[in-house]
Structures are given as C-alpha cells and as structure tokens.
C-alpha cells in the first residue's frame, strides 16, 4: 500500500521511492515505530464459531504489529 500510494507523510529523506498510482495519502509508522511491534503468548480458547470460552484455559501466539494509516484517498477511490 505505502510503495503504491501517490503520497506519503513523515518518511526519511532518501527513503523508499513510491511506485504511485494509489490516489491515497499514507504515514509508514502511523501506529509507531517497527521496532515496537512484539509477539506474545496469549490466554484464549475458541469455540466452533471462533467466540472465547470463558474459563478455558489455552495458549495462542499474538503477533502486534505497528501499521500503516490511510490519511486521506482521492474522491474516485472506493
């Protein structure tokens, strides 16, 4: 999305070139830095239809992730 996009806040000077033809303005870290991205063990058990059962105890692996924002898209993106 942000190599495809037409414009791209707060980037380094020098950084990646945009590709463009993306009518979007976008921020690379907008949720952050990638350094602070981090994987946790979690607490979670689901049922058939993917709902939390409470009270069950089982593990799953979280991967959080800081990602980029869409700020604005030009009037003919859907």
Do not use: H, W
Not at 38 to 53: H, I, P, T
Not at 65 to 73: G, Q, T
């Amino acid at each position: 999305m942000i190599l495809l996009s037409d414009y791209a806040v707060a980037t380094k000077e020098g950084g990646q070139a945009l590709v463009g033809g993306l009518d979007a303005r976008v921020c690379r870290n907008y949720f952050g830095a990638q350094i602070s991205s981090f994987e946790k063990v979690m607490s979670c058990r689901l049922d058939e239809e993917g709902k939390q059962v409470e009270g069950e105890d089982g593990q799953c692996s979280g991967v959080f992730i800081r990602a980029p924002a869409i700020l604005k898209v030009g009037e003919n993106v859907e």
